[in-house]
């Protein structure tokens, strides 16, 4: 088995609202660009992609308005919500590869891991286990609060496997 056939690259929330939306994150657009090249050159180099990405209700719990810290954000269906077009043109090319997961989606939940997030937690281990995953890297928006959460969760749930940061193509709410 060669490296090509166990690693998986794993993209956090790249989505517009994180970018240049309501709740944008210092640095994303460059990040996410620079991503963007890095999946067409070498995206053929990943068994899958899976990129997570928020999928709020209106009335989510996270959001000001109903007691939370953030601004609305990646509000289901909204432009926001979408994933940063350039790297989804990236993503494109490797369409058999890819997988989308979505968390945030119940209104009395804020989950900043998709392993908080029971759907995603499940078809992630899906993913993972069938593949036969033993290499994950890890990127996306934002470094300090759902990277880091995600990353935080994959290691306690996957022990066994190693995990690398791509900070290239990390931004961060706080430098």
């Known amino acids: 088995m060669t490296d090509k056939t166990i690693r998986l690259l794993l993209i956090v929330d790249p989505q517009i609202d994180f970018i240049n939306g309501s709740l944008p994150v210092p ?13 067409d ?11 997570t990405c928020d999928r709020h209700p209106l009335r989510h719990v996270s ?4 007691g939370g810290q953030w601004p609305a ?3 289901e269906s909204s432009v926001g919500a979408a ?8 993503l494109e090319k490797h369409s058999d590869s890819v997988r989308f997961l979505y968390k945030g989606e ?3 939940k804020d989950e900043y891991s998709i392993f908080q997030s029971d759907k995603g937690a499940a078809d992630m281990d899906k993913y993972i ?4 995953i033993s290499h994950i890297d890890i990127c996306g928006l934002a470094g300090d609060v759902c990277v880091a959460n995600t990353l935080r969760d994959a290691l306690r749930l996957y022990p066994d496997i190693r995990f690398s940061i791509l900070h290239k193509f990390t931004a961060y709410l706080k430098s």
């Open 27 to 39: 640095g994303a657009e460059q990040a996410m660009n620079a991503l963007a090249e890095y999946v």
């Open 41 to 51: 050159l070498c995206g053929m180099d990943y068994t899958l992609i899976c990129v």
């Open 63 to 66: 959001f000001k308005k109903f």
């Open 73 to 75: 954000h990646c509000i």
């Open 83 to 90: 994933v940063w077009p350039t790297l989804m043109k990236a």
């Open 106 to 108: 119940s209104l009395d």
């Open 129 to 132: 286990r069938h593949s036969h």
